[in-house]
């Protein structure tokens, strides 16, 4: 397991959850939920400016059948942009239902899912980015794909 703390980072049409993780990479917790807009990215720099981490792992919501959506392309899109940043190394994982799963966390923490759109963002990055751990800490390699910067004209 390498060292060094991690953003995770669920993004949405309308709001991007945020987590972070322990210098030793055991567990992840919720840090903020932002806004989509065009300072989306500015807003992420600034959290990689503040924690230092050594990846962002950013979510890949993939159909259950493993293919590709519009959300799908709207994630690869928006993990580009902040790896064109240059602030840190950006990675996709797979992140097949874990909306749903942070919608169930809540409702069996006996909290309404309805009016806590922004809570089950960060709790969808929290286990994107737990999930990433987990499997770095059982597989020995880094979690998904890196993605590369995408060339300027």
């Known amino acids: 397991m390498r060292p060094g703390v991690r953003i995770?980072?669920?993004?949405?049409?309308?709001?991007?959850?945020?987590?972070?993780?322990?210098r030793d990479g055991l567990i992840a917790t919720p840090v903020a939920t932002l806004a989509r807009s065009e300072g989306t990215i500015a807003e992420l720099v600034a959290l990689v400016?503040?924690?230092?981490p050594i990846e962002l792992v950013v979510g890949l919501p993939l159909s259950l059948s493993g293919g590709d959506t519009?959300?799908?392309?709207?994630?690869?899109?928006?993990?580009?942009?902040?790896?064109?940043?240059?602030?840190?190394a950006?990675?996709?994982?797979?992140?097949?239902?874990?909306?749903?799963s942070a919608q169930r966390a809540l409702r069996d923490s006996g909290r309404r899912t309805r009016?806590?759109?922004?809570?089950?963002?960060?709790?969808?990055?929290?286990?994107?980015?737990?999930?990433?751990?987990?499997?770095?800490?059982t597989a020995g390699r880094p979690p998904g794909t890196l993605v590369t910067a995408i060339e300027g004209p």
Do not use: H, K, M
């Open 8 to 22: 995770g980072v669920d993004v949405g049409r309308a709001r991007v959850g945020v987590a972070v993780c322990d």
């Open 70 to 88: 519009a959300s799908t392309t709207d994630a690869r899109d928006f993990a580009s942009e902040l790896a064109t940043s240059g602030t840190t």
């Open 115 to 137: 009016g806590s759109r922004p809570v089950i963002d960060q709790v969808a990055a929290v286990i994107i980015l737990q999930n990433a751990l987990d499997s770095e800490r």
């Open 49 to 52: 400016a503040e924690y230092e």
């Open 90 to 100: 950006v990675r996709l994982v797979d992140e097949r239902l874990s909306t749903v």
